[in-house]
């Protein structure tokens, strides 16, 4: 079936959140509504188990946004259920429920906070479909040295999923996620594998308050075994793309991606490159 990318002006917004009500009502929420984004376009998901779903429900009543309760425990398997949760080719704009600001880069040492967050959203659908690609994001460290004022770039970019943007495409392989840990690093190799590149905004990029906050929908813990099992399943699909980064000082093993400029894309039925031989075959 084709896909028609809808303009983006009908984008929806994504955010799934696990245990934390009061930080969905203190930051992501405040946040998108303050910057232009319409509450009739957010929709929050919740695991229907979730000992705060009163306290959820409260909340969307009182910003207006949407709940969608779901089976899904764990951030990947809800972002798994985003994927498929819009009709095919809606704009989806995916937000942590615990961020905070963008920041938009003016030069290697001044920051400002994007304040029409509406229109960054707008632009960069748009700049995605102009491109014939499918994902976008934004810089991955919020750090003026390390950001490019005004520079939007496309090839194999590292999306983190603070925030985050793609066209709705249910049951393709961009979204189908191998690893419990890592997906971020696996949806950016994903879409240039498939779609021959990905979208990133170099000089705006998200705050938030990674693993710092209780609950979230990694509030079941950090598995260190998993985290190596993942990266060590990443190094093998993805042979010549994926490197360990030593130099990151982390008690967790970490990765970096090759720097790689757009191509043409695969077809669907062609899996990642070291495929068969990360299932033993």
Same mark, same amino acid.
Not at 13 to 21: E, F, L, M, N
Not at 83 to 97: E, I, R, W
Not at 144 to 172: N, Q
């Given at each position: ?51 705060? @779903?009163? $306290?959820?429900?409260?909340?969307? %009543? /009182? ?12 951030? &990947? ?111 950016? @190799?994903? $879409?240039?594998?498939?779609?021959? %590149? /990905? ?12 693993? &710092? ?69």
């Amino acid at each position: 079936m084709t896909i028609r990318r809808q303009p983006a002006h009908t984008y929806r917004v994504a955010i799934p959140s696990y245990r934390r009500p009061k930080t969905l009502s203190e930051r992501a929420l405040p946040l998108l509504l303050n910057g232009g984004v319409e509450p009739r376009r957010v929709r929050v998901f919740c695991h229907d188990n979730d000992p705060d @779903l009163p $306290a959820y429900r409260d909340v969307v %009543a /009182t910003f207006g946004v949407e709940l969608e309760t779901t089976t899904q425990r764990g951030i &990947t398997a809800q972002r798994t259920h985003i994927a498929a949760a819009f009709p095919p080719g809606t704009p989806v704009l995916n937000v942590d429920d615990d961020v905070t600001a963008l920041e938009q880069a003016l030069d290697q040492k001044t920051l400002r906070p994007v304040k029409n967050i509406d229109a960054l959203v707008l632009d960069m659908f748009t700049t995605t479909a102009g491109r014939d690609l499918w994902v976008w994001g934004l810089a991955p460290v919020v750090n003026a040295y390390f950001m490019r004022p005004d520079r939007v770039t496309e090839g194999l970019k590292f999306l983190i999923f603070t925030f985050w943007g793609c066209f709705s495409r249910p049951g393709h392989p961009v979204h189908q996620f191998t690893v419990p840990y890592k997906d971020e690093h696996e949806l950016s @190799l994903r $879409a240039w594998w498939w779609d021959g %590149a /990905t979208v990133r905004h170099d000089g705006v990029a998200a705050r938030a308050n990674f693993y &710092t906050l209780p609950g979230g929908c990694q509030a079941a813990g950090r598995d260190h075994a998993q985290i190596s099992a993942s990266v060590d399943s990443l190094l093998a699909q993805w042979p010549g793309l994926v490197r360990r980064n030593h130099r990151r000082k982390s008690e967790y093993p970490e990765i970096v991606l090759a720097a790689k400029k757009r191509h043409r894309g695969h077809p669907i039925t062609t899996p990642p490159p070291g495929w068969a031989a990360a299932q033993g075959k």
